[in-house]
């Protein structure tokens, strides 16, 4: 079975600090992949990235980082030097042997000015 | 040109009423789904089709009944609707689907539909 777990139900910042989603998944799988996405308060699912089980590099897109570290079944989401734009519910989601993504019951973030 | 569009973005219906949703994708993918995200914002996978042909169908009443016509389609039937149908409903699709080839692609998400049961 697969399980994806994002312990942090809500998190608020002030603008222009860093803040860090944690996502701890659980799968039999030795291929599989996974994923974030970023739900703004529009509603609709924005993709940011998708990490295949066999590459561990951690990956910057301008202010977002992402670190996977297979050692502890984690793929945490870094945004530096937050903005009242990233106010979103984040979603971290687990692919594996399945069609379906499997997705964690997600963190809102809400940046303030 | 919108990826993946869903039909009608909102849809307040009576309880026990027959209703359906329409997703369309203009991306050439060959696997399209169907999400629920309840109140709580968790979202869940219910059906998956792959090439027209039913891949995953997960624990949901068989008052939902997806259908495909084409590769493109993958419209969503309910009967009977109940007030726990009130849900925002997720069309997706990719490219592939699954691990064909050892690739497990993105999903392209349409805007969803809020459906409100009464």
């Known amino acids: 079975a697969q399980k994806v777990t994002q312990a942090q139900t809500e998190i608020s910042v002030v603008e222009k600090e860093d803040v860090t989603l944690d996502c701890v998944y659980e799968?039999?799988?030795?291929?599989?992949?996974l994923f974030w996405y970023k739900q703004p308060p529009s509603g609709e699912l924005v993709f940011l990235i998708r990490r295949n089980s066999f590459d561990e590099q951690n990956e910057i897109s301008g202010r977002y980082s992402w670190n996977f570290q297979k050692s502890t079944s984690s793929f945490n989401f870094t945004i530096t030097a937050s903005q009242v734009v990233d106010s979103a519910v984040y979603f971290c989601a687990l692919s594996g042997s399945g069609y379906a993504l499997n997705f964690g019951k997600g963190t809102s973030l809400l940046v303030t000015p | 040109d919108t990826a993946v569009s869903q039909t009608p973005k909102y849809l307040v219906t009576q309880m026990g009423n027959d209703k359906s949703i329409k997703c369309e994708q203009n991306?050439?993918?060959?696997?399209m789904y169907w999400y629920k995200q309840d109140s709580k914002k968790f979202l869940k996978i219910m059906f998956s089709?792959?090439?027209?042909?039913?891949?995953i169908n997960e624990t949901v009443p068989n008052r939902f009944s997806p259908k495909s016509p084409d590769k493109a389609h993958l419209n969503l039937h309910i009967n009977s609707l109940e007030l726990g149908d009130s849900a925002v409903y997720f069309c997706a699709s990719s490219l592939l689907g699954g691990l064909a080839g050892g690739l497990s692609d993105e999903q392209f998400f349409g805007p969803g539909t809020r459906l409100t049961v009464l």
């Open positions: 799968t039999r799988d030795t291929t599989y992949y």
């Open positions: 089709y792959n090439n027209k042909e039913l891949i």
């Open positions: 991306l050439g993918h060959d696997t």
